[in-house]
C-alpha cells in the first residue's frame, strides 16, 4: 500500500493541472469518491484535493444544465433543475446508486474520472447525450462516451454538461445486481422520446462487461423504426442480445448477462408500455 | 499536517497526517461512538453527519474535512439528554447488540433534519448504508417513524 505524505488543497483547476504535472504519476485527484482509499496506488505519494476549486454546483446554461464534477450523487438527487431533467431519470436513479452515506461521498467526476465507465452513473450520462467539459491546461468539450474512449489521465473533469435538447425525452434504466448495494451485473440505460405511437428518439446503452459501457445506436435505430408492439420488443431483444458486448468475470458468466440484455430490453418494453414504472 | 473542525459543536484543532481517515482521527481522539467494522464502506457502522449530510468516516480522508463540521451520535444526544431518535430506538426494540446503532441514528437524523414527515419507503432509503444483524431493520424502522411523529408534535407545542 502506498503511503501519503502530502495533501494539497488546489484552490484552481489551474492550480490543480499545475502541481499534477509537476508532481507527475506520484500525485493523483482526490476529486470524490472512495477509491483512493480502498484501493492504494503505490506510486502515489500526493493527493491533490478539488474540493476548492467551485466545481460544486448545479447550474441551467445556454446550452443545457451543467452539473460540477464536484456535486454529489445526494446533491443531483435532491436537484429541483435535475427532477424535471428527462423525466427526472438522473435525479431518480443518483439517490439509489450505492448507498446513503456513500452517495453524499461519490461525485460526477469522482465516477467518470476513474475510467471505468462499468458503473451505475455513467451509462445513465451516455444515454442522456451528456458531454464533458475538462481542463488539461486549456478548456475542452467533448461527449462523454469520447472522453471515456479516450481514457484521458491527468485532467481535472469540470463538470458535465446535459443538452438542452432532451425536454420531451424520458430516460430510462434497469439494471441487474445480486443485492441492492451491489455492483450491476449488467446496466442498461436509455433515452427515449414518444410522441404518439412514434419513437422520435432513442438512445440505448449497455454496461455489459468489465471496464465498459456503449452506446448502441443500432439498438436505437431499430426501436424508432419498430414502433412499440410486443412483436417489435421481442425482436429488439433478439438483435441486442446479439449485439451487446458481454463479458464473463467471476460474478457471472457472459451466457448469463446475454439472458440479463434480454431482460433489460423486455423492461423497456414494459416500461414504455406503461406496464411497469 | 493541522485541521481544524468542528466535532460536535466544539472547535477542534488536530494533526493528522494526510492518509488519515476520519473514523481513525475521530476514534484517536476519544469519540468512541464511531464504531469501525469493514472499513470498505459497506456496514455503515462509522457513519458521521459532515456539514449535516451522512458519510463514511472509514472512506473519508481527515484532511478532507478541515473547515467542516463533524456530528456523531453523541452529538445528537447521549444519556442524560436523549434526543427522540435515541428514546425511539429503546423503546421500539431497535438496538440489540447496538454495534451499528450510531451510524442508524445520524443516518436518521440526516433524513428527518431534511424531512420531517417521511414514508416508511423514505426511511428504508436513508438508512440503506446502515447494516444491522440483530433486529432485521423492522425495529430501526419503526423507530425513526415514531421519532419523526414525536418531533412533529414536539414542533406543534
Same mark, same amino acid.
Given at each position: 500500500m502506498g503511503r501519503i505524505v502530502e495533501y494539497y488543497r488546489a484552490d484552481s483547476i489551474e492550480d490543480a493541472v499545475a502541481t499534477a504535472r509537476r508532481l507527475g504519476s506520484s500525485a493523483a485527484y482526490v476529486g470524490g469518491g472512495v477509491e483512493l482509499v480502498l484501493r492504494r496506488n503505490p506510486e502515489v505519494s500526493t493527493l491533490i484535493d478539488l474540493? #476548492?476549486? =467551485?466545481? %460544486?454546483e448545479i447550474l441551467e446554461v445556454e446550452d443545457g444544465i451543467e452539473v460540477g464534477s464536484q456535486v454529489t450523487l445526494a446533491a443531483i438527487s435532491r436537484s429541483a433543475v435535475l427532477k424535471c431533467y428527462a423525466g427526472g431519470s438522473l435525479a431518480l436513479w443518483s439517490g439509489r446508486i450505492a448507498q446513503n452515506n456513500l452517495r453524499n461521498m461519490i461525485t460526477v467526476g469522482g465516477s467518470i474520472g476513474? $475510467? #471505468? /465507465?462499468? $458503473? &451505475?452513473l455513467v451509462p445513465h450520462l451516455i444515454a442522456l447525450g451528456a458531454e464533458v467539459r475538462f481542463f488539461d491546461g486549456a478548456e475542452h468539450r467533448t461527449p462523454l462516451v469520447s472522453y471515456i474512449d479516450a481514457k484521458r489521465t491527468g485532467t481535472v473533469i469540470e463538470g458535465i454538461v446535459l443538452p438542452s435538447g432532451n425536454a420531451n425525452a424520458k430516460g430510462f434504466m434497469w439494471r441487474f445486481t445480486?443485492? #441492492? #448495494? &451491489?455492483?450491476?451485473l449488467l446496466h442498461c440505460s436509455a433515452l427515449i422520446d414518444v410522441a404518439g405511437d412514434v419513437v422520435r428518439k432513442a438512445s440505448i446503452v449497455f454496461a %455489459?462487461? /468489465? =471496464?465498459h459501457a456503449a452506446l448502441y445506436p443500432q439498438l436505437g435505430q431499430e426501436l424508432m423504426e419498430g414502433g412499440g408492439s410486443q412483436d417489435a420488443f421481442e425482436s429488439l431483444a433478439r438483435s441486442a442480445m446479439q449485439a451487446v458486448e458481454v463479458g464473463t468475470d467471476h460474478r457471472a458468466t457472459a451466457e448469463y448477462r446475454r439472458d440479463l440484455v434480454r431482460a433489460a430490453i423486455i423492461s423497456l418494453g414494459d416500461w414504455m408500455t406503461g406496464d411497469t414504472q | 499536517m493541522r485541521i481544524s473542525m468542528t466535532i460536535n459543536g466544539t472547535q477542534c484543532v488536530m494533526d493528522v497526517d494526510p492518509d488519515d481517515v476520519l473514523l481513525d482521527v475521530l476514534r484517536g481522539a476519544g469519540y468512541l461512538e464511531v464504531k469501525g467494522s469493514c472499513h470498505a464502506g459497506d456496514c455503515g457502522a462509522c457513519t458521521v453527519l459532515v456539514d449535516g449530510r451522512p458519510v463514511a468516516s472509514c472512506l473519508t480522508f481527515a484532511a478532507r474535512v478541515d473547515g467542516h463540521s463533524v456530528t456523531t451520535v453523541r452529538g445528537i444526544g447521549?444519556?442524560? *439528554?436523549? *434526543?427522540p431518535l435515541q428514546r425511539a430506538f429503546v423503546e421500539n426494540g431497535a438496538a440489540q447488540c447496538g454495534y451499528c446503532v450510531p451510524g442508524a441514528i445520524v443516518s436518521a437524523k440526516a433524513l428527518l433534519d431534511e424531512n420531517p414527515e417521511p414514508t416508511e419507503d423514505e426511511v428504508r432509503l436513508a438508512m440503506d448504508a446502515n447494516y444491522c444483524r440483530c433486529t432485521g431493520y423492522e425495529q430501526q424502522v419503526e423507530a425513526v417513524l415514531d421519532a419523526a411523529e414525536q418531533l412533529r408534535k414536539e414542533a406543534r407545542r
Open positions: 474540493s #476548492q476549486c =467551485g466545481l %460544486g476513474r $475510467n #471505468q /465507465p462499468w $458503473n &451505475d445480486a443485492t #441492492q #448495494q &451491489d455492483i450491476s %455489459g462487461r /468489465p =471496464g | 447521549d444519556g442524560t *439528554h436523549a *434526543h
